[in-house]
């Protein structure tokens, strides 16, 4: 167990920036593909046919349409918000008055404060990316999602975009699951066509397991911002409680 020490699966990262940008691909195909499913397909018909349930339908499609906006800005926030860069030629306090006693953090452990890759210095709670080859403060973990960093000055974005999208996509599992199991039920009366009843079931599986993935994720980055850690943190204070042989 003792190798486990020394493994930062972060740095299994480096080789996926060209991954991130297919990342942003898929998010979008799911939301186009979520889109279809809630307003063309299921609740914009019934809002255009008026009657006594579209009421109901204008309501779902304001939530929704409110939702994909809040989801949508928070996305663009994280991947352009720069997540925290360090001022160029930083350098601790003690670092120029001298003083060897101070020449490390409890952060960092024994290792100086002082990148060699970026010839920098190196706040606390600073960590270097090796995919966006830059140090980042306060650095939680580099997202293929956004194919950018979450640091100190994106990572409110970061949580309110997942926050957004769990909620988003609870509606979308909600909405659809009326028709879901209307097609189940009695397959031989539904008139749809085969696309558009592929883009519900796809719809409605994909925001179901969303919903449960992004549930845990939320819960485990609440645990990190209560306890005021990051990934990272987390990750060593857990290789510390790995037992030696």
């Not at 979008?28 to 593909?33: D, P």
């Not at 194919?147 to 000055?153: D, E, L, Q, S």
């Not at 659809?176 to 558009?196: A, K, M, T, V």
Request: proline fraction near 5%; hydrophobic fraction near 45%; charge should be neutral.
């Amino acid at each position: 167990m003792d190798c486990c020490r020394h493994v930062n699966p972060f740095r299994a990262c480096a080789g996926l920036r060209g991954l991130g940008y297919l990342m942003v691909a898929l998010v979008a195909a799911i939301a186009a593909v979520s889109y279809y499913a809630v307003v063309v397909y299921a609740w914009g018909p019934v809002l255009l046919g008026g009657g006594a349930h579209a009421a109901g339908a204008g309501a779902v499609l304001a939530a929704f349409h409110i939702l994909l906006a809040l989801i949508l800005w928070c996305y663009l926030m994280v991947v352009f918000t720069d997540p925290g860069a360090v001022p160029e030629n930083w350098r601790h306090d003690a670092e120029d008055s001298g003083d060897p006693a101070l020449s490390t953090s409890e952060d960092q452990g024994s290792h100086p404060r002082y990148c060699s890759r970026c010839q920098n210095g190196k706040p606390p709670r600073c960590h270097h990316c090796s995919v966006c080859d830059r140090c980042v403060l306060k650095m939680d973990h580099h997202c293929v999602w956004v194919v950018n960093c979450v640091g100190a000055r994106n990572y409110k974005y970061f949580l309110l975009f997942l926050v957004y999208t769990f909620l988003e996509t609870v509606l979308d599992t909600l909405v659809l699951l009326p028709n879901f199991i209307e097609f189940f039920r009695d397959e031989s009366r539904h008139s749809s066509s085969p696309g558009d009843i592929a883009i519900l079931f796809l719809a409605f599986v994909l925001n179901l397991a969303f919903t449960l993935s992004l549930l845990c994720f939320i819960a485990m980055h609440m645990s990190l911002v209560t306890s005021n850690t990051t990934s990272i943190e987390n990750f060593k204070c857990w290789i510390k409680l790995v037992p030696g042989p």
